[in-house]
């Protein structure tokens, strides 16, 4: 299984992190810190796995951020990178070629995207319309319940600055309600 | 997300401002901080402003808020105060408020946290909402945080959901169930037969879902196993057969392979099914074959089925034909290019050692490169695979290869790598000067890394053999020359010199294929010089040296006086253990030149088989006041490192085996072996052990007791000893070394009047000496035995000089009084008394244990008698 999920910058930023197994608050920052340590020092030619107090930790750098997947020690690595380019995958058709910037300023619809591709530390989906369907089924319900809440808004500003004008004049209209 | 100019307008301007302030804005503030100072102050700005949001019940902002907070949280700034709004969100109706409550539940709590239990209510009402969306963040957030209890309490919905319509819910309700068994093992059975039947779906998502839930109930059941093994291999085998023949299927193609994770997960369930069954086995021959062989292995999808199709191919009962084809498969890989692809090789190879160890031999030079490659993930598996590989036949050449790398290899590698070396070299050596030499070189390039019972175990053997002992130490005098920084060789170096000095400067015993070499008397005075004084040695070497250096003293009469000159500028070492050492030594240079000739002669071989057994032991015995061990293993034969079978010593010999790790106990053929460690005859004593560290330097204390010195010597580092407390009283120099025994003030300790709950034995009786042991307890102390024991000379001839050792295993706590005086009248005319205080912190369930040895004097005859007793009454 995997038992957390990374993102680290170049520059050693965390830019998110899933995690699957229990870790306190505490063990969490130590095993970031532990890991970017790691990850960020290694050459280009290595290989992408690292050894790692008993498990495996799986990383693949994507332009300046490093995805990294720790599972365990007899799961197939070589699995992982394909989910990690699985997820990059996704994340780029939702964002429209993605880039480090949209994952800071969005960083919930990553994570949004996330629990669509692995649940419990497992692979969930693996067709990547599916979850590209999905997500945008949820964000349209998003956008519907936003446009109703702002009608709903207007309506009772509409009501309000009906009802109020003979009373109270001008002052509604100072505060900028029409 | 809409603001309602009505609902606010008294607060203060700037904090309004921060609470509307976009979570956009926030980050763009966050990212222009130019120092870690800065960033802090925003964001505690921020804080600030959703703390009081929260603490006015604001609804508005409140998923704005939670939105910050995890971005604050991953920042790594405490965001506890925000979980509870996170409920507040999931509580409310609306499916954004939901989603974003969710994603903080998940982000902001984990499984520990008391709060996650209040989210049961909310998690079970939305498990069963009509919105399948709604459904689906509920399960996500069981499946990724639930708890032990949640995972018992929500089950039942979870298992009702398997059997939805949706496969969007189906498969996040399989893998929910997953999380849940994995708490909560017991539930498996109601998830198995619902799991069972996922398998025959044609959804992909929910496919893989389902066989992952299955493998995972495999893992937590034996009986699930079963029925799945007995219901659906077929169908697995037929959804591999139908994925692997598929035409291209866009949606799911990786590069031209139709979905490798589905491949991946049934070859994964099928390993499980086919573990230790034949039949199942056999029935999956075909597929895997197919797979094996078709499977394109030029992109790292393909090589991922590949990896796993071996790994499958290794845990079944697979016939033979289909293993060479995995071992072909791994050998392949083993001579990519690609370092992930080498990894995963070296990684499989290990578990096919256990299959056909001679396959993976064929591969021995590709992996022995891999040692050496720049990966250390690639290194430290390779290293793994050649130490399994090594044997009889290609353990000299590979030791060579990998003494040959050690000399370039990483800073880092080298612990791992020298470790790996010695334990080849210790198991596999088969001649003695094979081992000396490899031995020698590791340390010379590496001696920084050996462990310390690696060169104790060389000095043992070196002592062992008389006939190399020449050849050792002029080899190590060499080695010296060039690697005097390795710590553990200088320490091998000062000890060989000391003992066998006079080999290196006389050219003993020369071995043909040697190169003549001239080293006079002062040149090893040098070296040891050199190994006093240098500023890289630690205590452990300069006490060896100084040791060392007495040794040499009395071997090389001209170089007496500047050793003496040495010893002499070391009694104001600020060093403790050095400043104790050299005024000893000095004064037995000064005062005692009579018995210094005995006192530093060559140690007495070493016991190589009590070493090995204590090695094997160190890792779980500590010493308490006296060690015992071996017990077991007298009269069996145990087999030493350099391939010499000796028999074992006699048992005991470990008695007063104070430091399981550094004292090298002189075990001599000679039975009064202890009398070195207390000093007690001079005449046959060596005083050059393996000088241990720090407080464990017993031996040395033990004999700056024995030998008459000035009684400003700490004596209160004594006292941890078998209870020799008060031994102040200055000594005369001309005392008899026993003498020391009768400053013990007899305590005269005679069995209490309470009738003894335990009826007294007679733990000791031979033809001269008969010991009689009596028990006490206190009753609120069940684990204390206070013991008196009572000796009678049953002999003819008065003993002097009586003296009590005891020996008990670890969990044993031992104290011994002194004794009521040290003169046993003969036949039976009177007694000594002693009373030994032991605690047994295992009472209940293991018995006592004890070993003793008596030493006393007839007519001045040195005697000594021992034994073990038994006999103890239950319940002690």
């Known amino acids: 299984m995997i038992h957390f999920v990374l993102l680290i910058s170049r520059q050693g930023k965390v830019r998110l992190t899933k995690w699957y197994s229990t870790y306190s608050q505490k063990e969490r920052t130590k095993v970031i810190r532990e890991l970017s340590g790691l990850i960020l020092a290694r050459g280009p030619k290595l290989s992408n796995f690292i050894e790692w107090r008993g498990y495996k930790v799986v990383y693949r750098r994507y332009a300046s951020l490093y995805f990294c997947m720790c599972i365990d020690a007899d799961d197939n690595e070589l699995e992982i990178l394909e989910i990690i380019h699985h997820f990059v995958e996704i994340l780029d058709r939702y964002f429209g070629s993605v880039c480090e910037l949209d994952l800071i300023f969005n960083f919930h619809k990553a994570y949004y995207i996330l629990d669509e591709i692995l649940i419990a530390g497992e692979l969930q989906e693996s067709s990547k319309k599916t979850v590209a369907r999905l997500i945008a089924a949820q964000d349209s319900l998003v956008e519907a319940a936003k446009e109703q809440a702002s009608s709903v808004s207007n309506m009772i500003a509409q009501c309000v600055a009906a009802h109020c004008r003979p009373l109270l004049d001008n002052r509604v209209e100072e505060r900028g309600c029409s | ?876």
């Open chain 2, 1 to 876: 997300m809409y603001y309602d100019p009505f609902r606010r307008g008294e607060e203060d301007e700037e904090e309004e401002e921060e609470r509307r302030k976009k979570m956009r804005d926030m980050i763009r503030a966050i990212r222009a901080c130019k120092t870690a100072a800065e960033e802090r102050a925003v964001v505690r700005k921020e804080c600030a402003a959703i703390r009081s949001a929260i603490s006015e019940n604001d609804q508005d902002y409140r998923h704005r808020n939670i939105a910050k907070l995890m971005f604050i949280h991953m920042l790594g700034y405490p965001t506890h105060f925000g979980q509870m709004e996170c409920l507040k969100l999931i509580a409310s109706a609306g499916f954004p408020e939901k989603r974003i409550g969710y994603l903080g539940l998940m982000l902001l709590l984990d499984e520990r946290q008391e709060v996650l239990m209040l989210v049961t209510n909310s998690l079970k009402q939305d498990l069963n909402h009509t919105n399948q969306y709604i459904v689906g963040l509920a399960l996500c957030a069981l499946g990724n945080i639930c708890s032990a209890e949640m995972a018992s309490d929500l089950a039942p919905e979870v298992e009702r959901l398997l059997l939805n319509k949706d496969p969007n819910i189906k498969k996040k309700a399989a893998l929910c169930s997953i999380r849940i068994i994995r708490k909560v093992p017991d539930l498996a059975e109601n998830f198995l037969s619902p799991a069972a039947s996922l398998l025959k779906e044609k959804h992909h998502g929910v496919l893989i879902a389902g066989i992952q839930l299955c493998t995972d109930l495999c893992k937590v059941s034996a009986d699930a196993n079963k029925h799945l093994r007995k219901n659906c291999t077929e169908g697995l085998i037929r959804i591999l057969k139908d994925v692997s023949n598929s035409s291209y299927a866009p949606e799911y193609d990786i590069a031209g392979i139709t979905d490798p994770f589905l491949h991946i997960r049934v070859l994964r369930l099928m390993r499980m099914l086919g573990q230790g069954d034949a039949d199942t086995s056999e029935y999956m021959n075909d597929i895997l074959a197919q797979i094996a062989s078709k499977t394109e292995s030029n992109k790292n999808a393909g090589n991922a089925i590949l990896y796993e199709c071996v790994e499958t191919i290794m845990g079944i009962e697979a016939t033979s034909g289909l293993r060479v084809l995995a071992i072909n498969i791994l050998g392949r890989f083993l001579s990519n290019r690609d370092n992930n692809i080498r990894y995963v090789a070296l990684n499989m190879l290990m578990k096919a050692i256990a299959v056909d160890s001679q396959a993976v031999q064929r591969h021995r030079t590709t992996i022995l490169e891999c040692v050496k490659d720049s990966d250390a993930s690639i290194r430290k598996r390779a290293l793994e695979l050649v130490f399994l590989l090594v044997n009889d036949t290609n353990a000299k050449p590979l030791t060579k290869e990998l003494i040959d790398y050690l000399e370039v290899s990483d800073q880092d590698f080298k612990g791992d790598l020298t470790a790996k070396i010695c334990s080849i070299i210790e198991k596999f050596s088969q001649e003695k000067k094979w081992y000396i030499d490899q031995m020698l070189k590791v340390l010379s390039l590496a001696g920084s890394y050996v462990k310390d019972d690696v060169w104790h175990a060389l000095i043992v053997a070196i002592s062992n053999a008389p006939d190399l002992q020449g050849y050792s130490v002029r080899s190590l005098y060499k080695a010296f020359q060039t690697s005097f920084e390795q710590v553990s060789l200088v320490r091998v170096v000062v000890w060989c010199i000391g003992e066998y000095g006079e080999m290196l400067v006389g050219n003993v015993g020369v071995l043909e294929v040697e190169e003549p070499l001239t080293v006079t008397e002062s040149d090893t005075v040098d070296v040891l010089e050199a190994c006093l004084t240098g500023h890289s040695a630690d205590i452990t070497t300069r006490s060896m040296s100084l040791i060392a250096l007495l040794k040499l003293s009395s071997r090389f009469p001209p170089t007496s006086e500047r050793i003496k000159e040495i010893i002499t500028v070391h009694k104001g070492s600020i060093v403790l253990e050095l400043q104790q050492r050299a005024i000893e030594f000095n004064s037995i240079i000064q005062r005692h030149d009579n018995i210094k000739s005995s006192l530093v002669e060559r140690m007495p071989v070493l016991d190589e088989s009590a070493y090995m057994v204590k090695k094997a032991n160190s890792s779980q015995e500590n010493i308490v006041a006296v060690k015992s061990s071996q017990m077991s293993l007298a009269g069996t034969s145990v087999t030493l490192p350099n391939g010499v079978a000796k028999p074992p010593a006699a048992p005991l010999v470990d008695l007063l085996d104070l430091s399981s790790d550094d004292t090298l106990v002189p075990t001599s053929t000679s039975k009064d072996f202890l009398h070195d460690l207390l000093g007690i005859d001079l005449t046959n004593s060596s005083s050059s052990g393996i000088a241990p560290s720090g407080g464990t330097d017993i031996l040395m204390d033990l004999l700056s007791i024995g030998t008459p010195v000035q009684s400003d010597i700490s004596p209160e580092t004594v006292s941890s000893n078998q209870g020799f407390a008060p031994t102040t009283k200055p000594t005369p120099t001309t005392v008899q070394v026993l003498d020391l025994l009768d400053v013990l003030p007899s305590n005269g300790s005679v069995a209490g009047d309470q009738s003894p709950l335990y009826p007294s034995i007679t733990a000791f009786q031979s033809s001269t000496l008969k010991i009689m042991f009596s028990f006490k307890k206190h009753p609120e102390k069940p684990q204390v035995t206070e013991i008196h024991a009572t000796f009678m000379n049953l002999s003819s001839d008065a003993y002097t000089d009586f003296v009590f050792q005891a020996a008990v295993p670890k969990f044993i706590q031992l104290h011994l009084d002194p004794a009521s005086s040290n003169h046993l009248l003969a036949n039976s005319n009177g007694t000594i008394t002693q009373t030994v205080t032991v605690t047994n912190s295992q009472h209940g369930q293991k018995p006592l244990a004890m070993r003793i040895r008596m030493v006393y004097k007839v007519d001045n005859q040195e005697k000594l008698e021992q034994g073990q007793i038994n006999n103890f009454p239950p319940g002690l």
